[in-house]
């Protein structure tokens, strides 16, 4: 019964936060995105006092059920876990090891020491939920957009608007990279070992693990009961249950209930803890043990809390358009809402989420190795409408601050530099003004280039306390393959 719920609930949680990465019209997110703002870096990241310490509570109570129904990336491993067993035909096939402690601390160490010195790249790596979030969104996006496209090609002929075409492109050759190895890893762990990434590798694991192990509720053997049979080790897929011994490790446990149902004379229960009768020596070693454990927990705890204190291709059809290049920014542009590129580096976990949302393809994962993975902006395929606020909405860490649109439109995350070696009325004799027409702040105005002469060719002049950095001005210029007018980015953010 408890393993059919758990199996119910981890599936509704999966399939809803995938389809949260799949789904590039963003509507989703009005009713599921709470889903994402409940992944423990994210909340942790955000300061969701609240979520944290549900978690933790939730943890101390029931022990790792997180891990076993909220974590997407746990749920993955499951799923590849339980195809290499349907394709072997063997129901058991795991087996007892001892815990690699000193791998798991290891890497939970690297991890807050990361956090500490603002590594954001290194904390989007180790995060559970944001590394299956760039598997979702580089690998699993495209195949959904085009069978999305196949759909809308199918409708046009049925003449039907039920459907309509997307584009798929790469937005960032070194996360799709990322996201290969990272899946890579994971189905090679998986499908030897079962949760092997959760009990050696994840940061998050790790830390619920310290608090597993004082959970209230946990399952527990029966040594009047258990003719040592095995069957509940080798259908533990996070080989923590010791049969010989008659122990479970709880910090490894993901109370997945599987021991429980491959029990056949009812020896492992889901109860009550129950306190140990012990002599002295062994007493003594115990508590030293527990106090050194919850310590090392409460501390990461204290830690980690103190941180975060501190295009199209052608014109009407007859002529070939070249594709812009993006041009040569001194200071990158990161979304309204991020209040500046500090605030962005150090809460962002690189999930992709914002990315997936952006209509417009504005956003995209940065290669920089300081913020890899992290949202930059980019306007050669659009701009960033003064409507749209979906990066704002979606965002699970704090990264992007939630905005309406009419705050948006007072924040200015840059400003347009105009180049005028590139500029059309000067290089090729013709009018333009694109950019004057377009801009939503009505910070650009054509005038003469030569003052002296009111029929000359008129070209860009920039109000810059009036200029947002959305990025109209940029993406509509027709000089190619460089605009002649771009967006310079600003370090911090202000309201104008």
Same mark, same amino acid.
């Given at each position: ?77 499951? =799923? ?29 160490? =690297? ?23 760039? =598997? ?36 960032? =050759? ?127 705890? #204290? ?15 007859? #002529? ?177």
């Amino acid at each position: 019964m408890l393993r059919n719920l758990r199996i119910i609930l981890a599936t509704i949680c999966f399939s809803l936060i995938t389809l949260l990465f799949l789904d590039f019209s963003g509507t989703l997110h009005t009713w599921f995105g709470w889903l994402a703002k409940i992944q423990f870096i994210p909340a942790l990241l955000a300061l969701n006092t609240g979520i944290v310490i549900l978690l933790v509570l939730v943890t101390l109570l029931f022990g790792r059920i997180y891990c076993s129904i909220i974590c997407p990336l746990g749920i993955f491993q499951d =799923i590849i876990s339980r195809i290499n067993t349907q394709r072997k035909k063997k129901k058991y096939r795991f087996s007892y090891s001892p815990a690699l402690s000193w791998l798991r601390y290891t890497l939970l160490g =690297i991890f807050l020491f990361s956090l500490l010195i603002e590594i954001g790249a290194l904390t989007a790596l180790l995060d559970p939920y944001s590394a299956y979030g760039r =598997i979702a969104q580089n690998l699993f996006s495209p195949v959904w957009i085009w069978m999305n496209n196949g759909l809308a090609l199918l409708a046009e002929h049925l003449n039907s608007y039920a459907f309509y075409s997307v584009d798929v492109w790469i937005k960032g =050759i070194s996360t799709l990279v990322i996201a290969l190895i990272t899946i890579i890893l994971l189905i090679i762990l998986a499908w030897k070992n079962g949760r092997t990434y959760c009990n050696t590798i994840c940061p998050v694991g790790t830390l619920l693990g310290l608090l597993s192990r004082y959970s209230l509720f946990r399952p527990t053997i029966d040594k009047e009961k258990c003719n040592n049979c095995t069957l509940c080790t080798r259908q533990c897929k996070a080989s923590c249950i010791n049969s010989e011994k008659h122990e479970i490790d709880y910090s490894r446990c993901v109370v997945c209930m599987d021991c429980i149902q491959a029990c056949r004379h009812n020896a492992i229960q889901y109860k009550l803890r129950k306190r140990k009768i012990q002599n002295k020596e062994e007493k003594k070693e115990g508590n030293n043990a527990t106090r050194k454990s919850f310590l090392s927990g409460i501390g990461i705890l #204290a830690s980690t809390a103190a941180l975060k204190a501190q295009e199209k291709k052608v014109d009407g059809g007859l #002529a070939v358009i070249l594709d812009k290049k993006i041009p040569n920014r001194l200071t990158p542009i990161v979304p309204p809402g991020a209040k500046g590129i500090r605030h962005l580096t150090t809460h962002c976990t690189g999930c992709q989420l914002c990315v997936t949302v952006c209509s417009n393809h504005v956003l995209r994962p940065s290669t920089e190795l300081e913020t890899l993975m992290q949202p930059r902006m980019s306007y050669e395929r659009g701009y960033c409408r003064p409507e749209c606020v979906k990066c704002s909405e979606v965002c699970p860490s704090g990264a992007i601050i939630k905005i309406s649109p009419a705050e948006k439109s007072a924040i200015q995350i840059g400003h347009a530099v105009w180049i005028k070696e590139n500029c059309i009325p000067l290089t090729d004799g013709v009018t333009c003004g694109n950019c004057a027409r377009h801009c939503p702040s009505g910070a650009i105005t054509m005038i003469p280039s030569d003052p002296n002469l009111p029929d000359s060719p008129k070209i860009p002049a920039i109000n810059i306390e009036r200029c947002i950095g959305c990025g109209a001005c940029e993406n509509l210029c027709p000089a190619r393959p460089f605009s002649a007018i771009y967006v310079e980015g600003h370090k911090n953010h202000r309201t104008i």
